[in-house]
């Protein structure tokens, strides 16, 4: 899992292969949640988003997986490639105006 | 070209000195925000603000102050109370404030000489 504070946590794949990034979240009434995709020097950008009412959710590559019972997040993405090496957070919200961010998982795809 | 922009990208500061860092955005969005990212580590929040004229602390608010006297403009602004002031500031904005997706800026990197 994830908590902020802690040193980011790395994944490494070779490319063409699937990566899967997780991510434990804290507040069982948080009703939404985003993965964003950062890259060095740069804000975050928008993945994918889930509600709380759905258990899966796909885009472009990526997948997006809600389990409620452990409350844990997880990024599938297929066939991952360089240009998907960055640091990926999970992001939590829990109804009023504020995010909260995970620490993140730093993605390096091998070529 | 719609968007939320960040300036200036690489600040430096004196200590002891007030600086502050722009946000403006162009995406009629309500809700705007400012978080602090440190190496290796998440991002947290700094203050929020959901409409104009009202704004609220986040979780590390000590050492900051904000305004927002427009619904485009969200400066942060970083005085000399902040002790450990150098790191990666991130504005983002969002258009309900309420579990709707937010956009960031390309953020401001501050460092104290």
């Known amino acids: 899992g994830e908590s902020v504070g802690l040193h980011l946590p790395t994944l490494s794949v070779q490319e063409g292969d699937n990566s899967i990034i997780n991510c434990a979240y804290s507040n069982s009434a948080s009703d939404y949640f985003i993965w964003y995709k950062q890259e060095s020097g740069k804000g975050p950008q928008f993945i994918i988003d889930i509600r709380s009412n759905m258990d899966k959710r796909q885009g472009q590559r990526v997948t997006v997986l809600l389990n409620k019972t452990v409350k844990h997040l997880s990024l599938q993405i297929a066939a991952t490639q360089p240009g998907d090496s960055a640091v990926y957070f999970c992001a939590e919200n829990i109804g009023g105006n504020q995010f909260y961010f995970g620490t993140g998982t730093s993605l390096t795809v091998i070529p | 070209d719609g968007g939320i922009t960040q300036s200036p990208k690489y600040l430096f500061r004196k200590e002891g000195q007030n600086v502050t860092l722009s946000c403006e955005q162009n995406?009629?969005?309500?809700?705007m925000y400012w978080y602090r990212q440190d190496p290796g580590q998440g991002l947290r929040l700094i203050y929020y603000?959901?409409?104009?004229?009202?704004?609220q602390k986040g979780d590390i608010a000590e050492g900051y102050s904000v305004s927002r006297e427009k619904k485009e403009s969200f400066p942060l602004t970083v005085t000399s109370a902040q002790k450990n002031p150098t790191a990666f500031y991130l504005c983002?904005?969002?258009?309900?404030?309420?579990?709707?997706?937010?956009?960031f800026g390309q953020g401001t990197r501050l460092t104290v000489v």
């Open positions: 983002a904005s969002s258009l309900q404030g309420l579990a709707t997706e937010a956009f």
């Open positions: 603000s959901q409409i104009v004229n009202d704004f």
């Open positions: 995406l009629n969005h309500d809700a």
